[in-house]
């Protein structure tokens, strides 16, 4: 996540195709990096430096996942697992942009099209 925040910080993305749902399926937790540490202190951002970057202690946020559910093949971004509509949520929040597409599976026809309704009823 911090790549993507640095990534929209010099884009300006207005919305967000997430794809590979589907390949999450089965895991427990999602550990989603959100920060880097170097030497026990936070970073502001993310840093362009590889000399740095080679040096620094990912920050995880753990998230639960969907075992025994799963995203493929999803018809409608309310048939996706609770967990995984919570996971859309915070990367939405995180970044600050909306995911407006998610990909559920590796055909054309398994991308989903997020309503306004879904992302403004958060």
Do not use: C, Q
């Amino acid at each position: 996540m911090v790549v993507a925040k640095y990534s929209h910080s010099v884009n300006y993305y207005t919305s967000i195709n997430l794809t590979k749902l589907d390949i999450l399926d089965g895991l427990r937790e999602l550990k989603i990096a959100i920060a880097y540490k170097l030497d026990g202190v936070e970073l502001d951002s993310f840093p362009a430096d590889l000399s740095i970057l080679e040096k620094v202690e990912p920050v995880y946020l753990i998230m639960p996942g969907w075992p025994g559910k799963s995203a493929a093949n999803a018809t409608s971004y309310y048939a996706l697992p609770k967990a995984a509509r919570d996971y859309i949520d915070y990367i939405e929040e995180f970044l600050g942009v909306p995911v407006e597409y998610v990909g559920v599976g590796p055909s054309r026809d398994n991308m989903l099209k997020r309503g306004k309704a879904a992302i403004a009823s958060k």
